[in-house]
């Protein structure tokens, strides 16, 4: 596409190829959708800063709040803020930006049959915010009880064009709208671009936004880049091929460990420049369906068992995971919270040492046993212990963190059949319930667990080993949520800290989900790439895409 030999399946036809200056980038999935409301993809949640903007924006770098489209704002008490809305806005196709598009986007996002994947985590304590339009450039943001902190919540919701989205809204179909197969001239947004084009299955290209408000600080026009092109790579092996070769100026995720020596050599060319951003926010899990009713522990109610998941805590290396698939660049952890969230991490909380004996008690404990001298274990119907774990294709930290689980575990008596599948099956079988066990990874929203809600509380749709719960399932999740009210109410950061804590070490006694390690991530950009604000949240380069340019040579 560099090359400019590209032919497209859709494109406006208004816009010139430069392919001289366009930024290059790589995603592993191709996104479903251009409307985050209705999906909750990394892929989407990455494309999402170029064609959409909110009201407010985190800076992912020092974690401030930066005016967006409201230029400034007032808190009137301890739930209650005025924001005041920028003039002049408009959407990309020259449509004015007012209040009323505030309005249209929490009613979207609150509205049940859009059931959106942003609606859990901007409740607070399943409620939702309210909001009152006063006048076309102000409007007023009430939430139900005060909230730590404060307005980073709207950091993640796009506002969305009611002249466009309405009529879909009202007659049901909100949630079909925008799928990569509308003209692009359809898709409309505030953010500093807009798409050009989608080649299914290959890649979407990106054009400047002609009304983008936001200027740069010397008063030129915003986006530097002319176009933005990003590639549906699923292979991490190829993707790096395309980094290596300069094909790409940056990937949406960080080196593998065993790729670092290669970049460091291209790093002393001056052919990429490398970015430590710290310790991952998101390491891989493994889960089990812990849903009341799963088909799957039906005939093997072992699967849901608290045990079991300690023994695998205990059975599976951390240290041979770090030392195998991260060859020594990573951490063992034994939570989602990593050392990378600062004071938010519970530095008692220890991830189990290496102990098959103590593994292999716990299965005895709850009748997986060696019933007939094969050398595996059986429950007491004799039918041999085995777990069916899915997972990521082409997604190498994954496939061989599954294989030594899949070793380690063999060890120990259990069996596991690795089933790898391409990302958009594998969310559909976890979103149907329909497994055993799933190695796979969810971005973090921020560091703040507050902004990750949907994760730790039970009704959320991202509390991914029983969702969307109406109850708590147990006493654990119950005292997990009360103890997320002072995270989420409290204004002094002392108490919150104190009570995260404690969520952490319920979490691992109960092991609901089992971290083995956090990398470090290490990303890489093309030399020629500039403008770059490198931050350690996904997405680690296109949360801020207007100042992205390439240098010529």
Do not use: C
């Not at 959407?91 to 942003?118: I, K």
């Not at 809204?169 to 989608?198: K, Y």
Request: glycine fraction near 6%.
């Amino acid at each position: 596409m560099v090359t400019g030999t590209v032919v497209w399946w859709r494109t406006r036809s208004s816009v010139q190829f430069q392919p001289s200056a366009n930024v290059v980038a790589t995603l592993r999935t191709e996104p479903e959708s251009f409307n985050r409301l209705v999906t909750a993809s990394a892929a989407v949640d990455a494309i999402t800063p170029l064609i959409h903007a909110p009201l407010i924006k985190v800076d992912r770098t020092d974690g401030t709040l930066m005016p967006w489209l409201a230029d400034r704002w007032e808190a009137l008490d301890s739930t209650r803020y005025r924001l005041h809305l920028r003039r002049d806005i408009r959407f990309s196709d020259g449509t004015p930006f007012t209040a009323d598009d505030v309005r249209f986007t929490f009613e979207a996002l609150y509205d049940p049959r859009v059931a959106s994947a942003l609606g859990s985590g901007l409740r607070i304590g399943g409620v939702p915010l309210t909001l009152t339009v006063e006048d076309a450039h102000t409007v007023l943001l009430e939430f139900p009880v005060p909230y730590g902190p404060g307005l980073a919540m709207l950091d993640v919701l796009p506002i969305l064009p009611r002249h466009r989205l309405e009529a879909s809204l009202r007659d049901g179909r909100f949630a079909q709208a925008w799928t990569p197969s509308t003209p692009p001239e359809e898709i409309v947004g505030l953010g500093p671009f807009v798409v050009e084009a989608v080649s299914p299955g290959e890649s979407v290209s990106f054009v400047p936004n002609p009304h983008y408000f936001r200027r740069a600080e010397d008063g030129s026009t915003l986006p530097r880049a002319p176009r933005i092109i990003v590639r549906v790579v699923p292979d991490q092996s190829a993707e790096m091929v395309q980094l290596e070769s300069g094909a790409a100026h940056f990937g949406t995720g960080g080196l593998r460990a065993e790729d670092l020596a290669a970049f460091r050599t291209l790093e002393q060319q001056d052919r990429v420049r490398l970015h430590d951003v710290g310790v991952a926010l998101d390491p891989n899990a493994l889960w089990f369906n812990l849903a009341e009713g799963a088909r799957p522990a039906t005939a093997r109610p072992w699967l849901q068992r608290r045990e079991l998941r300690h023994a695998i805590s205990r059975a599976v290396s951390r240290t041979r995971i770090v030392d195998t698939v991260y060859l020594g660049a990573a951490q063992p952890v034994m939570t989602p919270v990593t050392p990378g969230h600062g004071a938010w991490h519970a530095g008692d909380v220890e991830p189990h040492a290496h102990d098959p004996v103590e593994a292999a008690r716990l299965l005895d404990s709850i009748g997986l046993r060696d019933r007939d001298g094969d050398g595996m274990r059986d429950d007491a119907s004799g039918r041999t212990a085995r777990i069916a774990l899915l997972t990521q294709r082409g997604h190498t930290i994954r496939e061989r963190t599954a294989a030594i689980i899949q070793e380690d575990l063999a060890r120990v008596g259990i069996g596991v059949d690795i089933v790898a599948l391409e990302v958009g099956s594998l969310i559909a079988r976890i979103g149907s319930g329909d497994y055993d066990a799933v190695l796979f990874g969810l971005q973090a929203s921020g560091v703040d667990p507050a902004v990750n809600l949907d994760f730790w509380l039970p009704e959320g749709v991202f509390h991914f080993w029983n969702p969307a719960q109406r109850e708590p399932a147990a006493d654990w999740e119950r005292r997990i949520a009360e103890l997320m009210v002072p995270v989420v109410n409290a204004t002094d950061r002392d108490t919150r800290l104190t009570a995260f804590h404690e969520v952490q070490r319920v979490f691992a006694r109960e092991l609901p989900a089992i971290y083995f390690a956090a990398p470090r991530v290490v990303l890489a950009t093309s030399s020629r790439l500039q403008g770059v604000r490198p931050s350690l949240l996904q997405p680690h380069v296109l949360w801020m895409p207007d100042e992205l340019r390439v240098e010529a040579r």
